[in-house]
């Protein structure tokens, strides 16, 4: 039987993939849909149409539910198994492979997987190393046929296969002289290059560092931002790299902007140089303004640098004087607090603005004051009787912090402590998506 509406929201889910900035993801609409979801999907996987077929096992795959309540997958197995074996669409065969594995790690999926590599179609080898990715570095059997699509005609074949076998880190060092050939081709495609050797190759920073240093001037603000992510990765960034992320903060794209203040934020003391740069983003002087979520990022930064910033904590305590009201306020407060704590080990105010956070209706932050007052170890003994009642959270991974963090402060293994009924059965609730 025909079923109208989640064949639409199908088609529109279909276009929410292709669009590289979708304006709305009907997957939501598909979760709403609640106990019915599956089985209409898995009627949708006999659709005579293969672009619906496709559509179908992918929601499979993407499928969660808002309220932590995990939907049961499990029919859905018999079709995308005879998908995988008799679909005569080769794409509709890579996304019940994806689906297959993303329910129980199917190893017949990542043959298919590993064999869409060789598709006629590019559309399909495209697919194929898109989706061997997201599987990892566990389909060992994929690295030989990903190194032999780094000399695919496809352009993006070749950038997806490097993504790949980055995953796999020194494991695949035989792939290097295959990936250098990267480093020839277009902008996008040395910085894709680049990344791959470096997380395989992290002692190649210095030779690769220019590479990406170039690349943030780049007239694409796509390229530019790609080129933040891989300088934050560096295992030692020099002082070039800190020198062109702390202009890129200036960037005239505010994704360009966000990319290289979280790429600052990784490299530690080596960010030294852009502490004036990050005072100024934590005032609010910045091309973002008062964007609260960006000051926080600075702080964060800042916090990171450690004791080479103590010049600027005066300034990360006149901000937590500031009135600030919701949860990016709040969020706010912790990340200056804990910056102050990062670079004098000055507790006080990241006690008291963790115990408040704690109580919060966001779990999110319930969870960050969890994990972050037990980083003051004894000296969050006032932190104790909230971090206890945080024991009983909804939500587990406030539990599971708020444990640790007792461990940390009073040494007491939360596997001494008795839990409640109501705890084991809270600790079975699967992890909620979002923010409650």
């Known amino acids: 039987m025909d079923d109208p509406r989640l064949i639409e929201l199908l088609r529109q889910f279909s276009e929410c993939l292709a669009s590289p900035d979708p304006q709305r993801n009907p997957l939501g609409e598909i979760e709403d849909l609640g106990e019915e979801a599956v089985p209409r999907l898995v009627a949708a996987l006999d659709h005579a149409e293969a672009l619906i077929r496709r559509m179908a096992a992918c929601a499979l ?51 298919v997987l590993v064999g869409g ?6 559309e399909a080898r495209r697919c194929a190393a898109t989706m061997l990715g997201v599987v990892g570095p566990e389909a060992s059997q994929a690295m030989e046929p990903l190194i032999e699509a780094l000399g695919d005609c496809d352009i993006v074949v070749r950038r997806y296969a490097a993504e790949d076998l980055a995953a796999f880190g020194p494991a695949a060092a035989e792939a290097l002289p295959n990936l250098e050939s990267l480093l020839r081709e277009d902008q996008w495609t040395q910085v894709v290059g680049a990344e791959a050797i470096l997380k395989i190759a992290p002692s190649r920073a210095e030779e690769l560092c220019p590479v990406l240093a170039d690349a943030l001037h ?4 796509r390229i ?32 360009v902007r966000t990319g290289a203040l979280w790429a600052l934020g990784q490299m530690g003391p080596a960010a ?29 930064a800042l916090g990171e640098i450690g004791p080479e910033a103590r ?27 804990r910056a102050v704590w990062r670079i004098q080990q000055e507790p006080r105010f990241l006690r008291s603005i963790g115990i408040e956070a704690l109580s919060g209706a966001k779990w999110s ?48 293994s939360p596997c001494n402590r008795a839990e409640s009924p109501v705890e084991r059965q809270q600790s079975k609730s699967p992890l909620p998506l979002g923010d409650g």
């Open 61 to 111: 795959a993407c499928l969660h539910s808002p309220n932590g309540v995990p939907f049961s997958l499990a029919p859905a197995i018999p079709r995308l198994e005879r998908m995988l074996q008799a679909d005569p669409d080769s794409l509709a065969r890579l996304y019940a492979a994806e689906a297959l594995w993303t329910i129980r790690e199917d190893e017949a999926a990542i043959r």
């Open 117 to 122: 590599l060789r598709d006629s179609e590019a």
């Open 218 to 221: 780049s007239r694409s603000s």
């Open 224 to 255: 530019r931002y790609r080129a933040t992510q891989a300088l934050g990765e560096l295992p030692r960034p020099d002082a070039r790299a800190v020198s062109e992320l702390t202009e890129a903060l200036d960037d005239e794209d505010e994704v």
């Open 272 to 300: 030294a140089p852009a502490i004036s740069a990050l005072v100024a983003i934590l005032q609010g002087h910045g091309m973002d303004g008062d964007d609260v979520l960006i000051r926080g990022m600075a702080a964060s």
């Open 311 to 337: 010049e600027a904590v005066p300034d990360l305590i006149e901000c937590l004087d500031e009135s600030y009201t919701g949860p990016a306020g709040t969020r706010l407060r912790l990340q200056v607090a």
């Open 365 to 412: 932050l319930r969870r960050l004051a969890a994990q972050w007052l037990g980083d003051l170890g004894p000296a969050a003994q006032a932190a104790v009787p909230h971090l206890e009642r945080a024991l009983q959270d909804k939500h587990p991974s406030v539990r599971r912090h708020a444990a640790s963090s007792l461990e940390k402060i009073s040494g007491i």
